[in-house]
């Protein structure tokens, strides 16, 4: 199967501090990657779709000021968490599609103080 | 109606046991169908895709009914190693770009 890295594995942070989530496809390129988020006992929520060249198409309730995207090549895409506050404390999930389905990076556990 | 969804257990079985979830779905124009399982703090893993002709894969048979919009997931044979819990996703868009739908997913536990 497809292999989706991401970095960092975990993050303690103050709040106010930006955080940087990176994702990248290791051994296939994609056009598009999804960021997902997942709260304890909760299933993952889908947040924004990356897109390389393009901007990306946030889901409703999703800020887009606050969660910034750069899909900056065909293997990479960023997640910026601006400002963040304890509220924003989650487990983030990229992914990326290929073949019929997508396969999800590690995951970024962050814990905003 | 929430768009997909599952028991969320837990299933408390014996090694040995056959276990069984369902799932359902909400948007009859839904065009894919996925189990993955997901382990404690973990990334969700593809476990196997779902057809209206049914399939299987090793000690996991999936079925699909869209008259019902109904998923199953059937495990034979339950080893420790089964515990985890199934996350039954929904893919609302033809083609790998589309959008995936999770439920909530449902906790198994296989005891000694």
Redesign the interface.
């Known amino acids: ?1 497809a292999v989706v890295s991401q970095h960092p594995s975990w993050v303690i942070c103050k709040s106010g501090t930006s955080v940087k989530i990176e994702c990248r496809s290791l051994d296939f390129q994609a056009t ?1 990657m ?1 960021w997902y988020r997942q709260f304890p ?6 947040m924004a ?1 990356s897109n390389e060249g393009s901007k990306a198409t946030y889901e409703q309730g999703v800020e887009k000021d606050k969660f910034l995207i750069n899909h900056a090549s065909l293997t990479l895409s960023t997640l910026t968490v601006t400002s963040a506050h304890p509220e924003d404390s989650s ?1 983030y ?1 990229c ?1 990326a ?11 970024t ?1 962050l814990l905003v103080l | 109606r929430k768009e997909v969804e599952q028991d969320p257990g837990p299933f408390n079985v014996p090694e040995g046991a056959t276990v069984a979830f369902n799932c359902t779905y909400s948007n009859s124009a839904s065009q894919s169908f996925f189990w993955y399982r997901q382990d404690c703090r973990k990334e969700p893993k593809l476990l196997m895709s779902v057809y209206s002709s049914g399939n299987e894969d090793g000690r996991f048979t999936a079925q699909l009914n869209r008259a019902s919009q109904y998923i199953s997931l059937l495990i034979r044979d339950s080893k420790l190693s089964d515990s985890a819990t199934y996350l039954c996703v929904v893919k609302q868009d033809g083609g790998s770009q589309g959008n995936l739908i999770f439920g909530k997913g449902t906790k198994l536990s296989v005891k000694p």
């Open positions: 199967g598009t999804f006992k909760q299933s993952l929520m889908l779709t487990f999930i992914s599609p290929f073949g019929e389905t997508q396969y999800f990076g590690p995951g556990r």
